[in-house]
């Protein structure tokens, strides 16, 4: 089964921002919709972002809305989550997923997904 690869997680202090990206080496990128989910300890997973298979077109969770960007560079077949102004409930383990069509905010709509990277934001 073809897998992504997230990176870019880590420890940041609170206010600080990570860019995590999302690449897919064994998929043409361009052609899915690509969202970014998280799961909080304890918690379900939970939807963040996603974007359409021609980047023209992007949502977000309430939880995010005005500190993260979702972008795609198809030419590197990479998917980018830019998060600012973290908060410490933002930690959780980042996946991303990919699906044909609009996909959107339900997991049920990826066929792809990434083992996650964990982000931890410090207070």
């Known amino acids: 089964q073809e897998q992504l690869i997230e990176s870019g997680g880590g420890v940041v202090q609170a206010g600080g921002s990570l860019r995590l990206s999302c690449a897919a080496p064994g998929l043409t990128f361009r052609l899915y919709a690509v969202g970014w989910f998280r799961q909080i300890l304890g918690k379900e997973r939970e939807f963040v972002a996603h974007i359409n298979w021609r980047g023209d077109f992007a949502e977000y969770s309430d939880s995010v809305k005005g500190r993260g960007t979702i972008s795609r560079d198809d030419a590197k077949n990479t998917v980018y989550l830019q998060m600012n102004n973290l908060k410490p409930e933002d930690t959780a383990v980042y996946y991303c997923?990919?699906?044909?069509?609009?996909?959107?905010?339900?997991?049920?709509?990826?066929?792809?997904w990434g083992q996650g990277t964990q982000v931890t934001v410090s207070s």
């Open positions: 997923a990919a699906g044909l069509g609009t996909a959107g905010r339900e997991e049920t709509n990826y066929n792809y």
